[in-house]
């Protein structure tokens, strides 16, 4: 099954997810280069989810077919932080890891929660928790980043922030980074790559080549934008 | 101020400052309210014996109560009773939790386990276990192991029920988290199964509590020779009501003080539910 990865991180080849004999993914091709950054577009019931949860192993009672390869060490940012409510904001963090405590501290440092270790889940702000989740998936070092909507559920002004943090972080770590989203200027803001998913094929692909502060202001900028919201079937 | 050339505003101030809603609550709860009904009672209780309206061979006055509660105590009957009481009670407790808590562990975490261990036990909680004394004692005997078995089985169902409840509805987002951080199976139980029930078997153990006393008052009073109920018993056939009033306060005690226990243990196992909100 695994094929032979060389210079992708991840493979998908023909990928078809059925649920009740409805096709949700319907012959999905990928690759994901080691630290490229794609972001996954699409319209709500496209099959985003579907996808993400399949490159996660999330899917084992879903029938299909096709070709996958996705590397050992793969971490996933849900739309809720999912953190355990009764365990300690560091031990959500360093959930299934053994030993390195310190290791656990750095990476609430690393997302702006340092000193906040001894704190439970619920005496966190929303911001804070999805920062928490990104503490906990980084900390494993993972070659692939799946995340589904993670700022979904967050306020305007905290989303914003949180791209920043993302950004940073993806360059500290590198990994590579499957963000599903329906926010247009989320993806140009954050993807070296945008796909659009509609009714489970891709049928859209751009690279975005925007110098490094994207800003919706640049008339590059637009024009990405604007064949996005097209390919979404959006007119604006 | 009030002398102004708005006649309906000024009617309003002087017969109805501010239009006030009817209340539909109680109301403000009154201080020490809690103490009025049972003060009254036994205010009630005395002055009928004082009064000799309560004849003492139904009821004991209070003082005579508490002047036997405290010859008993002199003498050591009510300790050494009390002692035997608790032991029972305690041991029966224990070996409930314990059963309960393992047939809930392996009803939750395994689908052969529920289908083989779950209807039995459903059968059993539609059986009083006070019903079972008869076969109980047909099989053990009048001893301490029937008393023991009885107290047990009030025990484990209610542990057995909340904690399974509790295990079957641990959010399953967490179990698809577990997988993707890669827990194993023992770790998956520990860090997420057994915290999760935790709330769960907290409430069994306060219904269980409280089907332990009951069995034990029920037991005690069986061909007992020792314990709080024995000693009621005994007092039954010689009429003396004070004896039989000190043994219901003990168990009320009793009862209360476990209750505070358990909700002790309630508020400390879980203060991960406490909120910035409360
Ligand atoms: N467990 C499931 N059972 C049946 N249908 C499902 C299930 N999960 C998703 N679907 C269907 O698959 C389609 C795609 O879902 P999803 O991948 O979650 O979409 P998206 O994340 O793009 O909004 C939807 O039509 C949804 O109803
Ligand atoms: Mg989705």
Redesign the pocket.
């Known amino acids: 099954m695994a094929t032979n990865v060389g210079l992708v991180t991840v493979q998908v080849r023909d990928l078809v997810r059925r649920?009740?004999d409805r096709a949700?993914l319907d012959g999905v091709d990928l690759d994901i280069e080691p630290g490229e950054f794609v972001a996954l577009l699409?319209?709500?019931?496209?099959?985003?989810?579907?996808?993400l949860r399949a490159l996660a192993g999330l899917d084992h009672d879903v029938e299909g077919s096709g070709e996958l390869a996705v590397p050992e060490n793969v971490s996933v940012v849900f739309q809720d932080s999912r953190l355990l409510p009764w365990a300690r904001v560091h031990e959500n963090v360093m959930l299934g890891l053994s030993g390195a405590d310190e290791r656990g501290r750095q990476s609430l440092e690393e997302v702006g929660l340092a000193g906040r270790e001894k704190a439970w889940p619920n005496e966190l702000s929303g911001g804070e928790q999805q920062r928490v989740a990104l503490a906990r998936s980084l900390v494993r070092e993972p070659e692939l980043l799946l995340a589904d909507e993670p700022f979904g559920a967050l306020d305007a002004l905290t989303r914003l922030k949180m791209h920043v943090l993302l950004r940073k972080l993806c360059a500290a770590h590198q990994p590579a980074v499957l963000l599903?989203t329906h926010d247009v200027d989320e993806a140009i803001v954050l993807a070296d790559r945008v796909i659009v998913?509609d009714a489970g094929r891709i049928v859209a692909e751009e690279t975005i080549t925007l110098p490094a502060p994207r800003s919706a202001a640049d008339p590059g900028f637009a024009a990405v934008r604007s064949r996005l919201l097209d390919a979404l079937g959006v007119s604006v | 101020m009030s002398a102004t050339t708005l006649p309906g505003l000024r009617q309003r101030t002087a017969s109805a400052p501010v239009v006030r809603r009817r209340r539909l609550g109680p109301g403000k709860p009154i201080r020490f309210g809690a103490a009025i009904g049972p003060v009254l009672l036994l205010v009630i209780w005395s002055i009928g014996s004082a009064t000799g309206w309560i004849d003492q061979r139904v009821l004991s006055a209070p003082w005579t109560v508490v002047t036997t509660a405290g010859d008993l105590i002199a003498d050591g009957r009510l300790q050494s009773n009390l002692w035997t009481s608790a032991q029972r009670a305690l041991i029966g407790l224990a070996f409930g939790i314990v059963l309960g808590v393992v047939l809930a562990l392996i009803s939750g975490l395994s689908r052969l386990g529920e289908a083989v261990l779950d209807g039995p036990i459903q059968i059993k909680r539609a059986i009083p276990s006070l019903a079972l004394l008869p076969l109980l004692i047909l099989w053990l005997g009048i001893g301490e192991s029937m008393k023991i078995v009885t107290i047990l089985l009030g025990v484990f169902v209610p542990i057995y029920i909340h904690t399974h409840n509790g295990l079957r509805t641990i959010d399953s987002r967490y179990v698809e988290l577990a997988q993707t951080v890669g827990l194993s199976q023992w770790e998956f139980i520990r860090r997420v199964v057994l915290p999760g029930a935790l709330p769960g078997f907290l409430l069994g153990l306060r219904f269980a509590v409280t089907g332990a006393w009951l069995s034990l008052v029920v037991v005690e009073q069986i061909n007992s020779t020792s314990g709080i109920g024995y000693m009621m018993e005994l007092a039954r056939t010689y009429g003396q009501t004070d004896i039989i009033i000190v043994g219901l306060v003990v168990y009320g005690i009793l009862g209360l003080l476990s209750d505070a226990v358990v909700r002790l243990i309630q508020r400390r196992a879980l203060s991960w539910r406490r909120t910035l909100a409360s």
């Open positions: 649920y009740d949700v699409g319209k709500s019931g496209s099959g985003k989810s579907t996808l599903v998913l």
